[in-house]
């Protein structure tokens, strides 16, 4: 997941710090609840209409604790982007065997507390503007998993006649499909695409069939 620019239309809230009775509050918790239902506004609505007031609304604390912890919307979704890349370091390392990766990632698209729609939602927002610090990191963390799958060919692992960054772009792509189209799914599995039948069969035949082509079974003879 990556991060959203400033929305330039949204008014900034001030920051301030919590009253008494806010202070008696686990802030860890606090923060927590507002990080969950940001998600779900987001996942809902995208950066663009979401709003504060209801992500406040829908974690049961004061608008202003969003400026305090969070300094606004804009960081807010910042750090919702903050805590998908450490549960992908944690949940995802570098030397996951492939087709387990790929199953992994379903599963992550799938789990509510991890936002697997804000990518749909950011590239269907995307201004082409790649200059800003968010940017920046996207592109060097994609740049990083690229640079492991071609080394992963270079071991023998995967297809070498394979592009490495189109490689990458396809298996994000399928890997977010439940996520991005749980109307097709439903049509075609005959439930929803976040049921754990639908997204472990969904898993294991992605993983199959990527397996198929990274290893060149396509020019095989049986």
């Known amino acids: 997941m990556t991060s959203k620019k400033s929305d330039t239309n949204a008014p900034r809230a001030t920051r301030r710090a919590p009253a008494?009775?806010?202070?008696?509050?686990?802030?860890?918790?606090?923060?927590?609840?507002?990080?969950?239902?940001?998600?779900?506004?987001?996942?809902?609505?995208?950066?663009?209409?979401?709003?504060?007031?209801?992500?406040?609304?829908?974690?049961?604390?004061?608008?202003?604790?969003?400026?305090?912890?969070?300094?606004g919307k804009e960081g807010l979704y910042r750090e919702i982007g903050r805590r998908w890349r450490t549960y992908e370091a944690e949940t995802i390392p570098d030397d996951t065997d492939h087709a387990e990766m790929i199953k992994r990632y379903v599963r992550a698209s799938v789990d509510p507390r991890l936002g697997g729609r804000l990518l749909a939602w950011e590239g269907l927002a995307d201004t082409g503007e790649d200059d800003d610090e968010d940017a920046t990191e996207r592109n060097a963390r994609l740049q990083h998993e690229v640079a492991q799958i071609r080394a992963r060919q270079q071991a023998g692992e995967l297809d070498d006649r394979l592009d490495p960054a189109a490689l990458l772009l396809i298996e994000m792509s399928a890997s977010n499909a439940l996520a991005v189209y749980p109307q097709l799914a439903r049509g075609l599995f005959g439930a929803d695409a976040n049921s754990p039948e639908v997204v472990e069969h969904y898993a294991g035949q992605l993983a199959q069939l990527i397996g198929c082509l990274v290893r060149g079974d396509a020019d095989r003879p049986d």
Do not use: C, M, W
Not at 23 to 36: M, N
Not at 38 to 56: L, T, W
């Open 20 to 71: 008494a009775h806010e202070r008696q509050r686990d802030p860890e918790r606090t923060k927590a609840a507002i990080l969950d239902a940001a998600i779900e506004v987001f996942s809902a609505k995208g950066f663009a209409g979401a709003r504060v007031s209801e992500i406040a609304a829908r974690a049961g604390v004061n608008q202003q604790l969003i400026s305090y912890y969070f300094d």
